[in-house]
Protein backbone atom coordinates (compact mmCIF):
# COMPACT_ATOMS: atom_id res chain seq x y z
CA UNK A 1 0.00 0.00 0.00
CA UNK A 2 1.18 3.48 -1.08
CA UNK A 3 0.82 6.32 1.69
CA UNK A 4 -0.93 9.21 0.39
CA UNK A 5 -0.09 12.48 1.59
CA UNK A 6 -3.36 13.81 -0.08
CA UNK A 7 -5.86 11.42 1.75
CA UNK A 8 -3.72 12.37 4.85
CA UNK A 9 -4.70 16.13 3.87
CA UNK A 10 -7.76 15.40 3.77
CA UNK A 11 -8.31 14.73 6.86
CA UNK A 12 -9.27 17.09 9.79
CA UNK A 13 -5.86 18.21 11.34
CA UNK A 14 -6.22 17.64 15.28
CA UNK A 15 -2.94 15.77 16.09
CA UNK A 16 0.63 15.05 14.65
CA UNK A 17 0.84 11.53 13.59
CA UNK A 18 4.16 9.90 12.35
CA UNK A 19 4.01 8.35 8.58
CA UNK A 20 2.81 5.35 9.11
CA UNK A 21 -0.43 3.94 8.53
CA UNK A 22 -1.07 0.21 10.48
CA UNK A 23 -2.92 -2.51 8.08
CA UNK A 24 -2.90 -5.22 10.19
CA UNK A 25 -3.27 -6.31 13.60
CA UNK A 26 -2.73 -9.44 16.16
CA UNK A 27 -1.81 -10.14 19.77
CA UNK A 28 0.91 -7.68 20.55
CA UNK A 29 1.94 -6.71 16.87
CA UNK A 30 1.24 -4.27 14.49
CA UNK A 31 2.57 -4.02 10.74
CA UNK A 32 2.90 -1.16 9.06
CA UNK A 33 1.45 -0.10 5.34
CA UNK A 34 5.57 -1.20 4.04
CA UNK A 35 5.75 -4.17 6.03
CA UNK A 36 7.67 -3.37 9.17
CA UNK A 37 6.42 -5.32 12.92
CA UNK A 38 5.66 -3.14 16.01
CA UNK A 39 5.69 -4.25 19.59
CA UNK A 40 3.00 -2.83 21.28
CA UNK A 41 2.69 -1.78 24.50
CA UNK A 42 -0.06 1.15 23.87
CA UNK A 43 -2.27 -0.78 22.41
CA UNK A 44 -4.99 1.88 21.23
CA UNK A 45 -4.53 3.75 24.89
CA UNK A 46 -5.37 0.42 27.04
CA UNK A 47 -8.09 -0.07 24.49
CA UNK A 48 -7.36 -3.87 23.04
CA UNK A 49 -7.39 -5.54 26.21
CA UNK A 50 -6.58 -9.02 24.65
CA UNK A 51 -4.81 -7.76 22.01
CA UNK A 52 -5.01 -7.04 18.62
CA UNK A 53 -8.21 -8.84 16.97
CA UNK A 54 -8.47 -11.65 19.40
CA UNK A 55 -10.57 -14.37 18.35
CA UNK A 56 -13.36 -14.27 21.07
CA UNK A 57 -14.18 -10.85 19.23
CA UNK A 58 -13.96 -11.76 15.93
CA UNK A 59 -16.82 -14.73 16.49
CA UNK A 60 -18.33 -12.18 18.79
CA UNK A 61 -18.94 -9.75 15.73
CA UNK A 62 -19.16 -12.22 13.04
CA UNK A 63 -22.18 -13.84 15.01
CA UNK A 64 -23.79 -11.09 16.35
CA UNK A 65 -23.31 -9.59 13.03
CA UNK A 66 -25.43 -12.16 11.38
CA UNK A 67 -27.75 -12.59 13.98
CA UNK A 68 -28.90 -8.67 15.17
CA UNK A 69 -27.02 -5.48 14.65
CA UNK A 70 -29.50 -2.58 16.43
CA UNK A 71 -33.56 -3.26 16.69
CA UNK A 72 -33.27 0.28 18.37
CA UNK A 73 -32.47 1.14 22.33
CA UNK A 74 -36.20 1.46 22.55
CA UNK A 75 -35.95 -2.36 23.29
CA UNK A 76 -34.21 -4.90 25.05
CA UNK A 77 -31.97 -7.23 23.90
CA UNK A 78 -29.84 -10.28 24.59
CA UNK A 79 -26.12 -9.13 24.46
CA UNK A 80 -26.92 -6.10 26.55
CA UNK A 81 -29.08 -7.88 29.10
CA UNK A 82 -26.20 -10.80 29.44
CA UNK A 83 -23.24 -8.39 29.74
CA UNK A 84 -25.34 -6.07 32.61
CA UNK A 85 -26.34 -8.92 34.65
CA UNK A 86 -22.95 -9.93 34.50
CA UNK A 87 -21.53 -6.19 35.39
CA UNK A 88 -23.94 -5.98 38.23
CA UNK A 89 -22.76 -9.71 39.68
CA UNK A 90 -19.37 -8.73 39.70
CA UNK A 91 -19.12 -5.56 41.32
CA UNK A 92 -20.87 -3.60 43.78
CA UNK A 93 -23.64 -2.20 41.48
CA UNK A 94 -26.97 -3.19 40.77
CA UNK A 95 -27.72 -0.53 37.38
CA UNK A 96 -26.17 -0.91 34.37
CA UNK A 97 -26.41 1.87 31.47
CA UNK A 98 -24.60 1.34 27.85
CA UNK A 99 -22.69 3.78 25.92
CA UNK A 100 -20.02 4.67 23.01
CA UNK A 101 -17.18 6.63 24.94
CA UNK A 102 -15.56 7.07 28.19
CA UNK A 103 -16.39 10.64 27.63
CA UNK A 104 -19.94 9.88 27.31
CA UNK A 105 -19.94 7.40 30.24
CA UNK A 106 -18.65 10.58 31.91
CA UNK A 107 -20.75 12.65 30.77
CA UNK A 108 -23.87 10.34 32.36
CA UNK A 109 -22.27 10.24 35.28
CA UNK A 110 -22.08 13.72 35.94
CA UNK A 111 -25.59 13.49 34.88
CA UNK A 112 -26.60 11.16 37.40
CA UNK A 113 -24.90 12.73 40.02
CA UNK A 114 -26.42 16.19 39.31
CA UNK A 115 -29.61 14.18 39.30
CA UNK A 116 -29.22 12.66 42.38
CA UNK A 117 -28.48 16.33 44.24
CA UNK A 118 -32.04 17.82 42.81
CA UNK A 119 -33.69 14.94 44.17
CA UNK A 120 -31.77 15.38 47.56
CA UNK A 121 -31.20 19.06 47.82
CA UNK A 122 -29.30 20.34 50.62
CA UNK A 123 -30.71 21.47 54.18
CA UNK A 124 -31.60 25.33 52.35
CA UNK A 125 -33.85 23.11 50.15
CA UNK A 126 -31.43 23.97 47.07
CA UNK A 127 -29.80 21.86 44.27
CA UNK A 128 -26.69 20.07 45.16
CA UNK A 129 -24.23 19.85 41.82
CA UNK A 130 -20.98 20.51 42.58
CA UNK A 131 -18.57 17.53 41.82
CA UNK A 132 -15.44 17.81 43.19
CA UNK A 133 -12.34 16.79 40.71
CA UNK A 134 -8.74 16.66 40.47
CA UNK A 135 -5.80 18.50 38.65
CA UNK A 136 -4.23 16.58 36.34
CA UNK A 137 -7.14 14.21 36.15
CA UNK A 138 -8.76 13.22 33.04
CA UNK A 139 -12.52 12.30 32.46
CA UNK A 140 -12.77 13.21 28.71
CA UNK A 141 -13.24 15.45 25.55
CA UNK A 142 -16.63 16.73 25.97
CA UNK A 143 -17.54 20.08 27.22
CA UNK A 144 -18.68 18.55 30.57
CA UNK A 145 -15.58 15.93 30.71
CA UNK A 146 -13.47 18.85 29.73
CA UNK A 147 -14.23 20.94 32.42
CA UNK A 148 -14.15 17.53 35.22
CA UNK A 149 -10.51 17.17 34.01
CA UNK A 150 -7.85 18.86 35.31
CA UNK A 151 -5.75 19.29 32.32
CA UNK A 152 -3.51 22.12 32.35
CA UNK A 153 -4.88 24.63 29.95
CA UNK A 154 -7.83 22.93 29.24
CA UNK A 155 -9.77 25.51 31.38
CA UNK A 156 -9.49 28.12 28.59
CA UNK A 157 -9.42 26.25 25.19
CA UNK A 158 -13.37 26.48 25.00
CA UNK A 159 -14.20 28.59 26.98
CA UNK A 160 -16.74 29.58 28.67
CA UNK A 161 -16.32 25.99 30.89
CA UNK A 162 -18.87 23.73 31.83
CA UNK A 163 -19.60 25.26 36.02
CA UNK A 164 -19.41 23.29 39.05
CA UNK A 165 -16.38 21.40 39.16
CA UNK A 166 -13.69 22.58 41.94
CA UNK A 167 -10.05 20.91 41.63
CA UNK A 168 -8.31 19.35 44.37
CA UNK A 169 -5.02 17.53 44.85
CA UNK A 170 -4.69 13.82 44.68
CA UNK A 171 -3.46 12.06 47.53
CA UNK A 172 -4.78 15.60 49.56
CA UNK A 173 -7.54 14.96 51.81
CA UNK A 174 -8.19 18.14 53.35
CA UNK A 175 -8.02 19.74 49.80
CA UNK A 176 -11.19 18.01 48.86
CA UNK A 177 -12.63 18.83 52.52
CA UNK A 178 -11.66 22.23 51.89
CA UNK A 179 -13.81 22.72 48.63
CA UNK A 180 -16.83 20.79 50.25
CA UNK A 181 -19.91 23.25 50.47
CA UNK A 182 -23.71 23.04 50.89
CA UNK A 183 -23.62 22.70 46.65
CA UNK A 184 -21.48 19.61 46.68
CA UNK A 185 -22.94 16.45 45.37
CA UNK A 186 -20.30 14.13 44.53
CA UNK A 187 -16.50 13.64 44.37
CA UNK A 188 -15.02 12.10 40.91
CA UNK A 189 -11.70 11.13 40.40
CA UNK A 190 -9.62 7.93 38.78
CA UNK A 191 -8.41 5.13 40.69
CA UNK A 192 -4.72 5.70 38.95
CA UNK A 193 -4.65 8.57 36.91
CA UNK A 194 -3.86 7.85 33.88
CA UNK A 195 -2.90 10.30 31.41
CA UNK A 196 -1.93 12.42 34.23
CA UNK A 197 1.09 10.11 34.45
CA UNK A 198 0.23 6.82 36.12
CA UNK A 199 -0.13 8.11 39.59
CA UNK A 200 -2.49 5.72 42.07
CA UNK A 201 -4.59 7.50 44.39
CA UNK A 202 -3.54 5.01 46.92
CA UNK A 203 -5.35 2.69 49.52
CA UNK A 204 -4.69 5.37 52.65
CA UNK A 205 -6.25 8.24 50.44
CA UNK A 206 -9.19 5.86 48.59
CA UNK A 207 -10.75 4.83 52.28
CA UNK A 208 -9.91 8.06 53.43
CA UNK A 209 -12.07 9.93 50.65
CA UNK A 210 -14.90 6.85 51.24
CA UNK A 211 -15.21 7.80 54.30
CA UNK A 212 -15.37 11.78 53.92
CA UNK A 213 -17.94 11.66 51.39
CA UNK A 214 -19.78 9.42 53.39
CA UNK A 215 -19.73 11.88 56.44
CA UNK A 216 -20.73 14.98 54.18
CA UNK A 217 -23.43 12.69 52.15
CA UNK A 218 -21.16 13.02 48.96
CA UNK A 219 -21.45 10.19 45.82
CA UNK A 220 -17.77 8.89 45.40
CA UNK A 221 -17.83 8.39 41.48
CA UNK A 222 -14.55 6.40 40.24
CA UNK A 223 -14.05 7.08 36.23
CA UNK A 224 -12.12 3.74 35.75
CA UNK A 225 -12.63 4.16 31.81
CA UNK A 226 -8.15 2.99 31.71
CA UNK A 227 -8.32 1.28 35.24
CA UNK A 228 -11.38 -0.72 34.78
CA UNK A 229 -11.71 -4.59 33.37
CA UNK A 230 -8.98 -6.29 34.71
CA UNK A 231 -5.94 -3.34 34.13
CA UNK A 232 -4.86 -2.93 37.56
CA UNK A 233 -4.71 -6.69 38.21
CA UNK A 234 -8.45 -6.52 40.09
CA UNK A 235 -11.62 -6.55 37.70
CA UNK A 236 -12.07 -3.07 38.76
CA UNK A 237 -9.34 -0.81 39.91
CA UNK A 238 -11.68 0.49 43.61
CA UNK A 239 -11.05 -3.13 44.49
CA UNK A 240 -7.53 -2.64 44.67
CA UNK A 241 -8.38 -0.43 48.02
CA UNK A 242 -10.64 -2.21 49.67
CA UNK A 243 -13.57 0.44 48.96
CA UNK A 244 -17.20 0.85 47.29
CA UNK A 245 -18.10 3.39 45.30
CA UNK A 246 -21.40 4.90 44.40
CA UNK A 247 -21.12 5.35 40.67
CA UNK A 248 -17.98 4.10 38.40
CA UNK A 249 -17.80 4.47 34.66
CA UNK A 250 -16.17 2.05 32.52
CA UNK A 251 -14.75 2.68 28.35
CA UNK A 252 -11.42 1.61 26.82
CA UNK A 253 -11.26 -2.53 27.94
CA UNK A 254 -14.89 -3.10 27.84
CA UNK A 255 -15.04 -3.06 24.23
CA UNK A 256 -11.75 -4.31 23.91
CA UNK A 257 -11.01 -2.34 21.08
CA UNK A 258 -14.85 -1.51 19.97
CA UNK A 259 -16.54 1.30 20.93
CA UNK A 260 -18.07 0.65 24.28
CA UNK A 261 -18.82 2.17 27.42
CA UNK A 262 -20.68 1.49 30.52
CA UNK A 263 -21.92 3.85 33.47
CA UNK A 264 -22.68 1.71 36.83
CA UNK A 265 -24.62 2.56 40.13
CA UNK A 266 -25.96 1.03 42.91
CA UNK A 267 -29.71 1.07 43.75
CA UNK A 268 -29.86 4.26 45.84
CA UNK A 269 -28.08 5.84 43.31
CA UNK A 270 -30.01 5.01 40.52
CA UNK A 271 -32.59 8.05 39.87
CA UNK A 272 -32.73 8.81 36.64
CA UNK A 273 -36.25 9.14 35.04
CA UNK A 274 -37.41 8.32 31.92
CA UNK A 275 -36.15 10.90 29.28
CA UNK A 276 -33.08 11.95 31.40
CA UNK A 277 -30.90 9.35 29.69
CA UNK A 278 -30.82 7.54 26.28
CA UNK A 279 -28.29 7.53 23.11
CA UNK A 280 -29.38 6.21 19.51
CA UNK A 281 -25.86 3.84 19.92
CA UNK A 282 -27.25 2.64 23.70
CA UNK A 283 -26.62 -0.76 24.29
CA UNK A 284 -26.51 -1.97 20.89
CA UNK A 285 -26.09 -5.73 20.69
CA UNK A 286 -23.31 -5.95 18.39
CA UNK A 287 -20.92 -4.05 20.73
CA UNK A 288 -22.49 -5.55 23.78
CA UNK A 289 -21.83 -8.90 22.17
CA UNK A 290 -18.41 -8.03 22.05
CA UNK A 291 -18.15 -6.62 25.76
CA UNK A 292 -19.84 -10.27 26.75
CA UNK A 293 -17.20 -11.82 24.89
CA UNK A 294 -14.17 -9.83 26.23
CA UNK A 295 -15.37 -9.93 29.50
CA UNK A 296 -16.35 -13.51 29.86
CA UNK A 297 -12.61 -14.22 28.36
CA UNK A 298 -11.12 -12.00 31.82
CA UNK A 299 -13.12 -13.92 34.22
CA UNK A 300 -12.02 -17.27 33.08
CA UNK A 301 -10.23 -18.90 36.06
CA UNK A 302 -6.72 -17.53 36.31
CA UNK A 303 -6.54 -14.58 34.07
CA UNK A 304 -6.22 -12.20 36.73
CA UNK A 305 -3.73 -13.77 38.64
CA UNK A 306 -1.89 -13.66 35.51
CA UNK A 307 -2.17 -9.84 35.00
CA UNK A 308 -1.06 -9.41 38.51
CA UNK A 309 2.30 -11.48 37.96
CA UNK A 310 3.44 -9.92 34.51
CA UNK A 311 2.50 -6.92 36.15
CA UNK A 312 5.23 -7.28 38.73
CA UNK A 313 7.66 -9.23 36.18
CA UNK A 314 7.24 -5.62 34.14
CA UNK A 315 7.33 -3.64 37.17
CA UNK A 316 10.81 -5.54 38.19
CA UNK A 317 12.07 -5.32 34.56
CA UNK A 318 11.32 -1.42 34.46
CA UNK A 319 12.83 -0.82 37.86
CA UNK A 320 16.20 -2.66 36.65
CA UNK A 321 15.88 -0.17 33.47
CA UNK A 322 15.98 2.66 36.15
CA UNK A 323 18.66 1.38 38.30
CA UNK A 324 20.88 1.22 34.79
CA UNK A 325 20.23 4.35 33.36
CA UNK A 326 20.36 6.68 37.21
CA UNK A 327 16.13 7.13 36.63
CA UNK A 328 13.66 7.58 39.27
CA UNK A 329 12.09 4.63 39.13
CA UNK A 330 8.65 3.54 38.29
CA UNK A 331 4.84 2.85 39.29
CA UNK A 332 1.50 1.78 38.80
CA UNK A 333 -0.75 -0.59 39.26
CA UNK A 334 -0.85 -4.58 37.53
CA UNK A 335 -0.31 -3.52 33.55
CA UNK A 336 -0.68 0.25 33.91
CA UNK A 337 2.80 1.32 34.56
CA UNK A 338 5.68 4.26 34.23
CA UNK A 339 9.13 4.54 34.11
CA UNK A 340 9.89 8.22 35.57
CA UNK A 341 12.75 9.05 33.37
CA UNK A 342 13.96 12.17 35.56
CA UNK A 343 14.58 14.33 31.92
CA UNK A 344 12.14 15.02 29.64
CA UNK A 345 13.58 12.49 26.74
CA UNK A 346 9.75 10.71 26.84
CA UNK A 347 8.57 12.36 23.37
CA UNK A 348 12.31 11.74 21.96
CA UNK A 349 12.19 8.06 23.27
CA UNK A 350 8.69 7.95 21.84
CA UNK A 351 9.92 8.55 18.64
CA UNK A 352 13.10 6.54 18.26
CA UNK A 353 11.26 2.91 19.83
CA UNK A 354 8.98 3.73 16.87
CA UNK A 355 11.46 4.15 13.99
CA UNK A 356 13.76 1.13 15.58
CA UNK A 357 14.65 -1.14 12.66
CA UNK A 358 13.78 -3.84 11.95
CA UNK A 359 11.46 -3.98 14.57
CA UNK A 360 9.29 -0.64 16.10
CA UNK A 361 8.02 0.00 19.31
CA UNK A 362 4.81 1.41 20.48
CA UNK A 363 5.03 3.28 23.56
CA UNK A 364 3.70 6.61 25.01
CA UNK A 365 4.72 9.24 26.83
CA UNK A 366 2.01 10.96 28.98
CA UNK A 367 4.01 13.46 30.81
CA UNK A 368 7.62 14.52 29.63
CA UNK A 369 9.28 13.12 32.08
CA UNK A 370 7.67 9.66 31.75
CA UNK A 371 6.94 6.65 29.33
CA UNK A 372 3.54 4.69 29.83
CA UNK A 373 3.18 1.09 29.75
CA UNK A 374 -0.52 -0.30 28.67
CA UNK A 375 0.27 -3.83 27.14
CA UNK A 376 -2.53 -6.29 26.15
CA UNK A 377 -3.86 -7.95 29.90
CA UNK A 378 -2.26 -11.33 27.81
CA UNK A 379 0.97 -10.06 26.79
CA UNK A 380 4.03 -12.55 27.52
CA UNK A 381 7.21 -12.70 29.47
CA UNK A 382 8.98 -13.21 26.76
CA UNK A 383 7.00 -10.26 24.49
CA UNK A 384 7.89 -7.97 28.16
CA UNK A 385 11.91 -9.08 27.09
CA UNK A 386 11.78 -8.17 23.79
CA UNK A 387 9.88 -4.81 24.70
CA UNK A 388 12.89 -4.32 27.30
CA UNK A 389 15.49 -5.05 24.54
CA UNK A 390 13.81 -2.25 22.17
CA UNK A 391 13.55 0.09 25.03
CA UNK A 392 16.92 -0.30 26.00
CA UNK A 393 18.85 0.31 22.13
CA UNK A 394 16.44 3.56 22.92
CA UNK A 395 17.94 4.97 25.72
CA UNK A 396 21.43 3.38 25.74
CA UNK A 397 21.45 6.54 23.03
CA UNK A 398 18.85 9.21 24.86
CA UNK A 399 19.33 8.38 28.53
C1 LIG B 1 -9.62 7.55 27.91
C2 LIG B 1 -10.25 8.04 29.12
C3 LIG B 1 -11.48 8.75 29.07
C4 LIG B 1 -12.13 9.11 27.78
O1 LIG B 1 -12.60 7.99 27.07
P1 LIG B 1 -13.01 8.16 25.53
O2 LIG B 1 -13.52 6.80 25.14
O3 LIG B 1 -11.78 8.57 24.79
O4 LIG B 1 -14.06 9.20 25.47
C5 LIG B 1 -12.06 9.13 30.27
N1 LIG B 1 -11.49 8.85 31.44
C6 LIG B 1 -10.33 8.18 31.53
C7 LIG B 1 -9.76 7.88 32.88
C8 LIG B 1 -9.66 7.78 30.38
O5 LIG B 1 -8.49 7.14 30.47
New binding site residues.
Given amino acids: MEFSQYAVDKLMFVANKPPVVFTEGQGSWLTDHAGKRYLDFMQG ?2 VNCLGHSPQCMQDALVTQGKKLINPSPAFYNEPALELAALLATRSCFDRVFFL ?7 EGAIKLARKYGKVHKNTAGQNRYEIITFNH ?6 LA ?1 MSASGKPGWDTIFAPQVDGFPKAEIGDLASVEKLITDKTVAVML ?1 PV ?3 GGVIPAGREFMQGLRALTEKHGLLLIC ?5 GMGRTGELFGYQLYGIEPDIM ?1 L ?2 GIGGGV ?1 L ?1 ALLCTERVACFEPGDQGGTYTGNPLMTAVGLAVTKEMLKPGFLQTVKDTGSYLRRELLKLSERYGMQGERGEGLLRALQLGKDIGPAAVEAARDLQPTGLLINSPRPNLLRFMPALNVTKDEIDQMIVLLTQVLDKLA
Avoid at 100 to 106: L, T, W
Avoid at 137 to 142: N, S, V
Wanted: a negative charge; aromatic letters at 6%.
Fill in positions: WASSGAEANGFHGRTTEQGEDEVQTTGKPA
